[in-house]
């Protein structure tokens, strides 16, 4: 088989070899970068969740609550609103982020848009990382699923709090907002309706 050539004199097919071999290069270049950035984004992860940690350590001192969110240490200008640093603009999520102090454990939560580091020991040197999916009131079947319970404020039909929230934080909000003698779902349910559901997620180690 004859090979053409090219105005410059170049074989065709050695033209075809090198163009190749560039975009090979290059994709194993973008994987190294792109898989870097995902690592340095890990890190920085890690290293969040261990800042609020150990603020959260500092504020329960005062305190003494079983869990500390992270909305409260913004509010006590402890740290200030963490950066989702996986998808641009986003923070993390102030009220799924927490940490929850039983006997002598402490353990910290941070959720940050999909990627969650979930009741992780504050004091472990490294920190699991999870990728997840929305909560969904819909029943999810199989392995590696998440369930909890949650509620909300109804009144007139109305969710008051706009959302549905775990039982601590439920509490704590309604109390923040209607008054501190609602401490205690038994205390809520004597002026307001309670709806009561359970949320499912499923979730995937991938670091």
């Known amino acids: 088989m004859k090979v053409r050539f090219n105005e410059n004199g170049r074989g065709t097919y050695e033209f075809l070899t090198v163009a190749v071999t560039c975009l090979i290069l290059s994709a194993i270049l973008l994987f190294i970068v792109v898989n870097n950035n995902q690592k340095e984004r890990y890190q920085v992860f890690r ?8 603020n959260a350590v500092n504020y329960n001192n005062q305190t003494s ?3 500390v969110y992270l909305y409260e240490l913004v509010d006590a200008n402890l740290v200030t609103r963490i950066k989702n640093n996986f998808s641009g ?17 402490k353990k910290v939560t ?19 990382i999870y990728k997840v999916s929305n909560w969904s009131f819909d029943k ?3 392995n590696n699923v998440d369930t909890v319970k949650v509620y909300g404020l109804m009144k007139n039909g109305k969710n008051l709090l706009d ?3 775990e039982e601590e934080l439920f509490i704590k909000l309604v109390a923040a907002n209607y008054g501190g003698k609602y401490n205690s779902l038994k205390a809520i349910k004597k002026n307001y309706h309670v709806d009561e559901k359970t949320a499912y997620r499923k979730r995937t180690l991938v670091s």
């Open 47 to 54: 290293y969040n969740a261990k800042i609020v940690g150990i």
């Open 65 to 67: 609550d079983d869990v």
């Open 89 to 105: 603009d986003e923070y993390c999520d102030m009220y799924e982020s927490k940490v929850v102090f039983s006997n002598d454990n």
């Open 110 to 128: 941070l959720k940050c848009g999909d990627y969650l580091i979930y009741n992780q020991d504050v004091t472990a040197k490294d920190y699991s």
């Open 140 to 142: 999810i079947s199989g």
């Open 163 to 165: 959302g549905y929230y």
